[in-house]
């Protein structure tokens, strides 16, 4: 189980092929805060259709984006 399910779920559950979250926004639907190990766990997202397209730490978000 990786911390990061929660927000794997939620991903997943989104319509559309593109989705942006704030930093903040990710913390609270993963019940943990975004850190540098998020770099490590964006790839356990690829199973559930999506990718991380882009993070942004000027705008402080993270670009998801439907591969499937």
Same mark, same amino acid.
């Given at each position: 189980? #990786?911390?990061y399910?929660?927000?794997? #779920? *939620?991903?997943?559950?989104?319509?559309?092929? &593109?989705?942006?979250?704030p +930093?903040? &926004?990710?913390?609270?639907? !993963?019940?943990v805060?975004?850190d540098?190990? +998020?770099?490590n *766990?964006?790839?356990?997202?690829?199973?559930?259709?999506?990718?991380? !397209?882009?993070? #942004?730490?000027?705008?402080q978000t993270?670009?998801f984006?439907?591969? !499937?």
């Open positions: 189980m #990786s911390k399910d929660k927000l794997w #779920s *939620y991903v997943e559950a989104q319509e559309g092929d &593109e989705l942006i979250l +930093f903040d &926004e990710i913390g609270q639907i !993963a019940g805060p975004l540098h190990s +998020f770099l *766990y964006k790839k356990e997202l690829l199973p559930h259709g999506w990718e991380v !397209a882009k993070i #942004s730490m000027k705008q993270v670009r984006q439907r591969t !499937a």
